[in-house]
């Protein structure tokens, strides 16, 4: 049996109990509403894509922070030669301005836009700094050490105990 004959057989029931068809549509009517409801809203603020612009790779905000604290921990008196190894966790996340409306029973969070639908950046947050290893000419000594890990630590406001000093060969 086919549509068709679907059709045909509900055509038939229908013209025997009017009752039915009221039912049914009623049934079709519910069905569609709940659907309509689960069914995810299109809004303004969810048609929202962020200004286009270039970002910088995760790799080149380890970079630049790899080459400046080689550039500082040079500096520092028995260092030496200085490489330096950063480890991240995560990455980089941009943060764009919101208009926040809280009541008693729920908080509503809406982005704000231009009128060109641009959403206004507000800032970055870049990823947490996991380690660093630093191998240097005068890492073998303590006090060499204790400069250089209290520097690092300092720079990237991260505790001592994710900082390494090693020798160079």
């Given at each position: 049996m086919?549509?068709?004959g679907i059709w045909q057989k509900l055509r038939e029931r229908l013209k025997k109990t009017p009752k039915a068809a009221v039912y049914i549509a009623a049934a079709a009517l519910c069905t569609l509403l709940l659907l309509m409801q689960k069914a995810p809203k299109t809004s303004a603020a969810r048609d929202i894509s962020p200004p286009e612009e270039p970002e910088p790779a995760q790799a080149?905000?380890?970079?630049?922070?790899e080459k400046r604290l080689e550039e500082i921990i040079g500096q520092i008196e028995g260092a030496g030669e200085v490489?330096?190894?950063?480890?991240v966790?995560?990455?980089?996340?941009k943060v764009y301005k919101s208009d926040v409306s809280e009541s008693d029973s729920k908080r509503d969070e809406k982005t704000v836009v231009l009128?060109?639908?641009d959403a206004i950046l507000t800032g970055t947050r870049f990823p947490e700094v996991l380690g660093v290893l630093v191998v240097c000419s005068g890492g073998d000594r303590p006090a060499v050490q204790e400069k250089v890990v209290n520097a690092v630590a300092?720079?990237?406001?991260?505790?001592?105990?994710k900082v390494y000093v090693a020798n160079r060969k």
């Open positions: 086919g549509i068709n080149g905000y380890t970079e630049i922070l490489s330096v190894m950063i480890t966790g995560g990455s980089e996340e009128g060109s639908k300092t720079v990237l406001n991260i505790s001592t105990g």
